[in-house]
């Protein structure tokens, strides 16, 4: 199985920049996309980021130019940038990946804990 383990969320006030990462570990054969989604209370989990093996990346229209996903393949780690942070940008933050796991190399969709993200004066 695959683990996400996520890191970097926290208070900061607008304007401001916070770096999220995330670390997959486990037992898999290879990690595809991997991406950041974040759920706002009453609202439903949306993409922000994601980007796949190869490092083709697609935003979310808000966040685009603000906001800059990377990976480090070695490390199956996944980073989000997130610079001139707006109150709406408040919530919690998910990682996901997709995984190809176990001796029939099946595909299974991953997530990690989430994390809090809130940007308030």
């Known amino acids: 199985q695959v683990q996400l383990v996520e890191s970097g969320g926290g208070l900061v006030q607008p304007g401001g920049s916070l770096r999220l990462s995330c670390a997959a570990s486990?037992?898999?054969?290879?990690?595809?996309?991997m991406g950041w989604y974040r759920q706002a209370p009453g609202k439903e989990r949306d993409l922000v980021a994601a980007i796949t093996s190869g490092g083709r990346t697609n935003y979310a229209d808000s966040v685009k130019g603000r906001f800059l996903i990377s990976r480090d393949n070695a490390k199956n780690t996944v980073y989000l940038q997130m610079n001139s942070l707006k109150p709406e940008d408040t919530a919690v933050y998910y990682c996901?990946?997709?995984?190809?796991?176990?001796?029939?190399?099946?595909?299974?969709?991953?997530w990690g804990q989430g994390t809090q993200v809130a940007v308030s004066s």
């Open positions: 996901n990946a997709v995984a190809v796991v176990g001796d029939f190399r099946f595909t299974f969709n991953y």
């Open positions: 486990g037992s898999f054969f290879s990690i595809n996309d």
